[in-house]
């Protein structure tokens, strides 16, 4: 019996160290609302405003400065892909000349690869800035349209700059009963516990920064006309 009670113990001991170590994230996108490589970067609307440190990164200890600085080198970025966009426009009507078509197709694939170059060097130079505040930085990436004809395929491409914060360690089970949540109304019995969990988790997503008010309104009201 003595033996069992101590090999309890140190269970409890161990899940407490895992779920004290147990780290929830907060994730922001700095990219434009509307991906557009012919929009001129100055009509650009962008996911998070160069005049505000979006919430999760200033809780990091982010600065002003740094978060302007890495505003304009994605705007320098933007300016590189609204150039070659350009000029892949204004020489369209080359791709129609067989003999010269596949001079062109070389010039693109150049093209392509030195903006992967630059999008690497640029997510290089952003996580070194933010290492050192506990935040992790890489591409950003949505499904587009590529090629053209009977080339054209989807593919992941890179829209833009994806940050990544670590908060505080979550309370280990014991002090689970002095959360805010617990408070909270009760719930049918039918998924209840589920619902709960689902809006603990949009509340947190809220208060980090991570969605706007207005999501969060139309998430927890989703949420809600489900029960």
């Not at 209840?192 to 706007?212: F, H, M, P, Q, W």
């Amino acid at each position: 019996p003595a033996e069992n009670s101590l090999t309890k113990k140190k269970d409890r001991q161990h899940n407490q160290r895992k779920h004290i170590h147990k780290r929830k994230m907060s994730c922001i996108e700095l990219k434009p609302q509307v991906i557009d490589p012919f929009r001129s970067v100055d009509d650009i609307a962008w996911t998070h405003p160069r005049s505000s440190v979006p919430a999760p990164l200033a809780a990091a200890g982010v600065s002003s400065f740094t978060w302007e600085r890495t505003h304009d080198a994605l705007r320098g970025m933007y300016d590189e892909i609204h150039t070659i966009a350009a000029e892949q426009r204004k020489n369209m009507c080359l791709f129609l000349i067989p003999c010269i078509a596949p001079c062109m197709m070389c010039k693109m694939v150049q093209k392509a690869r030195i903006l992967n170059d630059s999008w690497a060097t640029l997510v290089k130079s952003q996580a070194d800035a933010y290492r050192s505040l506990g935040v992790t930085v890489t591409l950003a990436k949505e499904l587009s349209s590529q090629g053209m004809g009977s080339n054209r395929h989807m593919t992941m491409s890179t829209v833009g700059l994806r940050f990544e914060v670590a908060f505080a360690p979550q309370r280990p089970p014991q002090f689970a009963a002095q959360s805010t949540y617990c408070a909270a109304p009760a719930l049918p019995t039918t998924g209840g516990d589920e619902v709960v969990e689902r809006l603990r988790k949009v509340n947190v997503l809220y208060e980090t920064g991570a969605i706007s008010r207005d999501e969060y309104d139309r998430v927890k009201t989703r949420i809600l006309n489900e029960i």
